[in-house]
């Protein structure tokens, strides 16, 4: 039997998590994104009601929720503002790695003392001429005694120089390509490790967005997961973990900017009668409304897969391929229903507009998304 009904958990989830953004975040959103600036106020608030680390099992000091509440919690984000949207969830993305393959010992080490304040992670493995193609990545990992030394740096990374705690893909053996990486863990306070460029970005401007440089860092041995050689796996295994959740970011700016437009053209008075009531405006919302619903649908399909262990690569690619599209088409939409206005920093849609555009290109471009569906269709 299917069943679209959230719990009442979920319910109640998602009322504190929309309550929290109304009340915190949208207020300033206008603010950060004009200054491009982080909000460490926000995380210190969000970790406070409990869902910083909402995906971190509760022995670990975490809420132990599913990737369905991300997906929920990513929508009410993406809506107030896509760059807090993004810290908060490039968090949970930086710990993903550790969460899938790391040893109960180091989440027991290192896991628990991040949960323990307003820590963010953060998830690293692109880097300047190693985007799309991973295997291409050159920052090393050499093996001495009982530590690793990394070196190379990252780029574009999400909380790049505010994160706490790195998940970090080096190769060990480069002439293996991608079966030569392994992850690691990386404090970031390790001596070695610096955040370089802050990026200038035209949407999601409230998002720390860096370099980060690792120039002879030494970790233990005992901080890289898995078994050794397994990077490429688990970059591949918590992207399909995550891409539901973004593809959620990207509704929630989409809902926004339907909702600005939907309440914009009841007001605008035009040849003596409300934009709303010609039929070329409700053409547009319509389409804007069947694209938004459907995105919701099909990015909490690809999270229910996750949730239950069964595999969602073809679904979650699929999910982040179409909400990212969706936010473009829709807030592309909301600006010409606004007309002049729209294209207006004084009213919201053209910052959504700004926002929507990341979500076609981070983890895994929309096209790269659609040479992972069609290899799944075609396997």
């Known amino acids: ?22 009340k915190e975040i949208v207020p300033v959103a206008h603010e950060l994104d004009e200054e491009q600036r982080h909000s460490p106020e926000i995380v210190e608030k969000y970790h406070e009601i ?33 760059g807090v949207a993004a810290s ?31 820590n963010l992670g953060a998830f690293c493995l692109t880097e300047p001429d190693a985007g799309s193609d991973v295997a291409a990545l050159r920052t090393t990992a050499v093996l001495e005694g009982d530590e690793y030394i990394i070196n190379g740096s990252k780029r574009f990374i999400t909380n790049g120089g505010v994160a706490s705690l790195y998940s970090v893909f080096a190769t060990e053996n480069a002439e293996l390509r991608h079966k030569g990486i392994s992850a690691f863990m990386v404090p970031a306070d390790t001596p070695g490790v610096s955040s370089g460029k802050k990026e200038d970005k035209m949407g999601q401007r409230a998002t720390d967005t ?22 490429f796996k688990i970059a591949m295994k918590t992207l399909d973990d995550s891409r539901a959740g973004v593809g959620a970011a990207a509704v929630g700016i989409a809902r926004a900017a339907l909702e600005a437009a939907r309440d914009y053209a009841k007001e605008r008075v035009q040849f003596g009668k409300p ?6 405006i409700q053409f547009m919302l319509a389409d804007m409304a069947m694209k938004v619903n459907a995105a919701r649908l099909l990015c909490w399909h690809a999270a229910w897969l996750h949730d239950n262990g069964q595999r969602n690569t073809l679904e979650s690619a699929i999910a982040k391929c179409f909400a ?41 471009t929309n096209q790269i998304q659609r040479l992972v569906i069609a290899r799944q269709i075609l396997s």
């Open 1 to 22: 039997m299917i069943d679209f009904a959230l719990t009442e958990e979920q319910k109640a989830c998602q009322k504190l998590v929309r309550d929290f953004a109304l």
């Open 50 to 82: 409990g869902l910083l680390h909402y995906a971190v099992p509760e022995e670990y000091g975490g809420a132990g929720l599913g990737s369905l509440e991300g997906c929920i919690f990513g929508e009410e984000l993406g809506a107030a503002c896509a």
């Open 88 to 118: 908060l969830g490039g968090s949970i993305l930086g710990l993903t790695p550790f969460l899938i393959a790391g040893s109960p010992e180091l989440k027991e080490e290192l896991l628990t003392k991040h949960t323990s304040g307003p």
């Open 210 to 231: 860096r370099e980060v440089i690792f120039s002879d860092v030494h970790i233990p041995a005992r901080y890289r997961l898995g078994e050794g050689l397994d990077g």
């Open 275 to 280: 934009i709303a009531a010609q039929q070329g």
């Open 324 to 364: 990212g599209d969706t936010a473009m088409a829709v807030t592309t939409d909301a600006v010409q229903v606004l007309g002049g206005y729209g294209y207006m920093k004084e009213y919201p849609v053209e910052k959504y507009m700004r926002d929507a555009k990341l979500h076609q290109i981070y983890e895994g």
